[in-house]
């Protein structure tokens, strides 16, 4: 059966809601865009230096997360982050995984008997087991990361509802994240702190929802993760 | 005709045992067990034969948590998570590491000291109790370490603490996991690096 030509009004009733549809497409994009904008991080690293550094290529670097605190303690992710981080690109260096490099020192690393100065890792260091370990793996650096996370500001609503027709949330919700991070390098020649590291992020996360939440969070941990990586990588290549 | 009523009013029975099963089994206590792998210290070895007893209270130890009501919540097993941490950690410390049931068969070994845990104490820290984002555990052992004739050479308490953070799709139970094995690792630690330093012990080492 041969299709019936569409008349003029209806061509034109089919391309208006194509427009329309492209034009809600576009607005929606620009609006997602917008959002992602405005759901942006600031970073702020800062570094301080107290030796010169460098590393060979059969040298390694361990970077270990403090757990000392009683109301928090530092990310296993997050130093997973940064680990991998600072063994990609130019001037790779060559990381020891945090839970292999414990595992395989314990009990000497564990979060009661870490050392937390330079003269404990001096102390350390006199034991054979712990110098011959240190010794297998090449380990140059030790670079422990301390910080966390903290979200504050919370406003806003959003109120969710189901019912036989079908569900759906309306409102909208703000909060403001802020990562903050020092990693401090220990040169394991010198048993000296050679410096610190400072990386603090801050961004805002929006969570709209019309119908549908849609969560525009600010990266603020994986921001802070690569400027801290990439400024550590430069540190301890001696650059 | 009575055939497919019948076979409704069976479906419904059954679908309504099943909603009160599910509702019975919803209202008991949650169980976990402690799972973990504990890794070997390294710690210079003593020159010593030391049997080791687990007495059935160590074996089967478990924790019972209760709520703010008084109903069982969660049942915590981990007497066996901690025979596996003994057995990876004495063998490190000990020339001869012996597991026997008795003290007769401790003698018949003719091992230098009989070594035997127990667990005094047990405490539990939940997020959504404390307010914290982490999960906590205490432990408190009493260390006991006797000749084969039944004397005590030291008898000591160790305190162990381990704490997991509360993180997005992490459940209840894997957090406790976390916890209790931070906490067992703790007691390896604190164990392992302090046994030759209680003064009895110091004593007894001296004197041997």
């Known amino acids: 059966m041969a299709k019936k030509p569409l008349d003029r009004g209806t061509q034109e009733g089919i391309n208006m809601s194509t427009i329309k549809k492209a034009q809600i497409v576009n607005v929606g994009v620009a609006f997602f865009i917008a959002s992602i904008l405005a759901a942006c991080t600031s970073t702020t690293v800062d570094e301080f230096r107290q030796g010169e550094t460098g590393i060979e290529t059969d040298e390694s670097v361990v970077i270990l997360g403090r757990r000392q605190a009683s109301d928090y303690e530092t990310d296993s992710g997050f130093v997973e982050c940064v680990g991998d981080r600072m063994q990609r690109g130019e001037n790779a260096i060559s990381v020891v995984p945090e839970q292999e490099f414990i595992d395989s020192m314990f009990p000497w690393f564990e979060p009661r008997t870490a050392p937390l100065r330079t003269r404990d890792l001096e102390q350390l260091m006199a034991e054979d087991v712990v110098a011959n370990k240190m010794n297998d793996y090449g380990i140059r650096y030790i670079v422990w990361v301390d910080g966390f996370t903290e979200t504050s500001g919370r406003t806003g609503s959003i109120s969710c509802t189901v019912g036989p027709a079908g569900g759906g949330c309306f409102g909208f919700g703000t909060w403001e994240d802020d990562a903050n991070f020092n990693a401090r390098v220990w040169d394991v020649g010198s048993l000296k702190n050679v410096g610190t590291i400072n990386a603090d992020a801050t961004g805002q996360s929006y969570l709209p929802a019309l119908v549908i939440p849609i969560p525009l969070l600010a990266r603020v941990e994986a921001n802070a993760c690569s400027r801290l990586a990439i400024q550590l990588k430069d540190f301890v290549n001696g650059s | ?208």
């Open chain 2, 1 to 208: 005709m009575n055939q497919p009523n019948m076979t409704i009013q069976a479906l419904l029975y059954r679908f309504g045992a099943a909603l009160l099963l599910l509702l019975v089994s919803a209202c008991g206590a949650s169980n976990v067990v402690i799972e973990g792998n504990f890794p070997t210290p390294n710690v210079n070895k003593m020159p010593l034969s030391v049997a080791v007893i687990y007495e059935d209270a160590l074996r089967e130890f478990a924790y019972m948590e209760y709520s703010e009501t008084g109903r069982e919540e969660i049942n915590i097993e981990s007497g066996q998570s901690h025979i596996r941490l003994f057995n990876a950690v004495l063998p490190a410390m000990f020339d001869r590491v012996v597991n026997v049931d008795t003290m007769e068969d401790a003698v018949e070994q003719k091992v230098d000291a009989v070594f035997a845990p127990v667990i005094e104490e047990f405490q539990l820290a939940l997020p959504a109790k404390t307010k914290l984002d982490v999960y906590e555990v205490w432990i408190k052992y009493n260390m006991r370490l006797v000749t084969t004739e039944g004397d005590y050479i030291a008898d000591w308490v160790l305190t162990s603490y381990g704490k997991t953070p509360t993180a997005t799709f992490r459940s209840v139970q894997d957090g406790i996991n976390g916890a209790t094995v931070v906490a067992l690792r703790d007691l390896a630690s604190s164990f392992s690096l302090s046994f030759s330093q209680v003064p009895e012990v110091s004593e007894w080492l001296r004197n041997l």
